[in-house]
């Protein structure tokens, strides 16, 4: 089967420290954290140990980037590896074999200046699964194993990754950012829509009483009519009371805009009254109409 295969090595320049003896199995703790148990194992080697398991490759590194930090740069040799591994009869019970764990072992052997080595399959496995990761790996020559096959190396380039990352962070953030501007730019958007259709509000206080017309459409009588709402834009308004010279507006409301209409029609003029015709000074009459009126009393006795 496939598997990722990380392999710690003491560098030979370093294998005379007890110190660094003492902190491979910290490595390798550090290393194997996270790994499943069920499916990974741990095995011996010379002067180091190595981890074979079916996990993603993008586990693998960063437990290869745990196990690093805990021994010096130069005492320790990290190594990664995707490749084929069995298990088949040994002296003492099975044992893991195969090209996987070989050439793991061979690069971890290999002298370099940089802290992990990756092969070319382990790279690409990696870039199958997390391509991005991929790119903190960047080619670094060549190895010739035992079996006289060449491997092209990939080291990871922790500088490398810090700019990626910091430059994936900074991409992150501006498309938060983006959307976030985004999101403020829709919402003034809907409420400058919604401020636009706001209707203006004009309030009545009309006296005695008046009949309210907008646009030459009768709206009510105020009172009890206190206040309109009306869209925004240009109105003719005209309030009729009686006889009385109606009161006539023509105005353009703003959206949201308030209006105080106050008015008072003046009363009505009083109806003229026609003064009464004056008394005719009545005549003494004289003594012959005295004697003709007792005449026309009596002649018909």
């Known amino acids: 089967m496939a ?28 290393a194997a954290d996270g790994w499943d148990p069920q499916r990974r194992v741990v095995l011996e080697a010379p002067d180091g140990f190595a981890i074979v398991g079916d996990i993603p490759p993008l586990k693998a590194l960063e437990a290869a ?18 490749g084929s591994v069995h298990t088949e009869p ?23 200046a940089h802290p992990i080595l990756a092969s070319q399959a382990f790279r690409d496995a990696l870039e199958r699964q997390a391509p991005r990761a991929a790119e ?10 035992a079996q006289r096959q060449t491997h092209p190396l ?9 700019a990626r990352r910091l430059r994936r962070n900074l991409l992150a953030g501006g498309g938060v950012l983006a959307v976030l501007g985004l999101g403020w730019a829709a919402r003034m958007a809907r409420l400058r829509y919604e401020a636009a259709r706001r209707p203006a ?8 009483d008046g009949e309210v017309h907008v646009d030459g459409q009768h709206v009510g009588t105020t009172p009890p009519l206190v206040q309109l709402a009306l869209p925004a834009g240009p109105h003719a308004i005209e309030v009729r009371h009686g006889k009385a010279q109606p009161l006539r507006l023509e105005v353009h409301l703003q959206p949201g805009e308030e209006m105080e209409l106050h008015h008072v029609f003046p009363p009505p003029a009083p109806v003229p009254r026609r ?9 003494e009459p004289t003594a012959r109409e005295k004697l003709e009126r007792a005449i026309q009393k009596y002649k018909f006795w």
């Open 65 to 82: 980037r745990r196990a690093r930090a805990v021994l010096p740069q130069d005492a320790l040799g990290v190594a990664l590896h995707h």
């Open 90 to 112: 040994g002296h003492d019970g099975l044992r893991v074999a195969g090209e996987g764990l070989d050439t793991a072992e061979a690069l971890a052997a290999f002298p370099a």
């Open 3 to 30: 598997a990722s295969v990380l392999f710690l090595r003491l560098r030979s320049a370093s294998q005379d420290g007890d110190g660094d003896r003492a902190g491979l199995p910290a490595a390798l703790r550090s």
């Open 201 to 208: 509000v004009i309030r009545f206080d009309i006296r005695p």
């Open 136 to 145: 903190d790996l960047r080619a670094a020559g060549e190895m010739m194993d």
């Open 275 to 283: 003064a009464p015709r004056p008394a005719v000074p009545q005549r």
């Open 154 to 162: 990939h080291v990871f380039d922790p500088a490398a990754a810090s």
